[in-house]
């Protein structure tokens, strides 16, 4: 009997330990349909939008921050610096520093929108330099080989995107390997 309340034990300690997150399911569910369905992301984040509590300064930044990814994700230009300044500052002062590549990687993307390349290349270096998540760094070399490649560093550019292509192999992802490939 002890050996099997001892097991179970061990099972839940187990499932909620690779389950748990520090902020709501809804949020963590919506940072999962970023990559997948970013249309999906958008609507769920503006059905909660209304109603959700901004007195919990880490969920409303994780908020904003899954905007601003499903926002990049549909191709919606980000006008300004503003909102990703916000989050850059919050997350490089506090201790979810995992979240810190993505601002990094968001602010380099919105660089790129507003034409500044050289901003742009400065913040995706940041991302790969804190990144661990193998995705997010394909990302970023193909976004490095984008710029390169319209700056006529055609050499460069062939070796970021090799470096992304690469990363999508072993990911096994169809989708981001045709989108190089488009390029």
């Not at 500052?89 to 979240?99: C, P, V, W």
């Given at each position: 009997m002890t050996n099997k309340i001892k097991i179970l034990l061990l099972a839940t300690l187990f499932y909620t330990s690779c389950n748990s997150s520090k902020y709501p399911k809804s949020l963590v569910e919506i940072d999962s349909l970023c990559y997948s369905n970013p249309q999906l992301a958008l609507t769920k984040l503006e059905q909660i939008g209304n109603n959700f509590d901004t007195t919990q300064t880490a969920y409303w930044m994780y908020y904003n921050l899954l905007k601003l990814k499903a926002q990049e994700k549909t191709c919606t230009p980000h006008p300004n610096l503003g909102k990703i300044n916000l989050l850059k500052?919050?997350?490089?002062?506090?201790?979810?520093?995992?979240?810190l590549p993505e601002i990094y990687y968001l602010t380099g993307t919105t660089y790129l929108d507003l034409h500044d390349s050289p901003q742009a290349l400065e913040y995706f270096h940041k991302t790969l330099n804190e990144c661990k998540d193998i995705r997010l760094k394909g990302l970023t070399y193909a976004q490095m080989g984008y710029i390169l490649l319209y700056q006529g560093n055609f050499s460069s550019a062939i070796d970021f995107y090799k470096k992304s292509y690469h990363i999508d192999l072993i990911r096994n992802d169809i989708k981001d390997k045709y989108m190089i490939l488009e390029t």
């Open positions: 500052s919050y997350y490089e002062r506090n201790d979810d520093k995992k979240l």
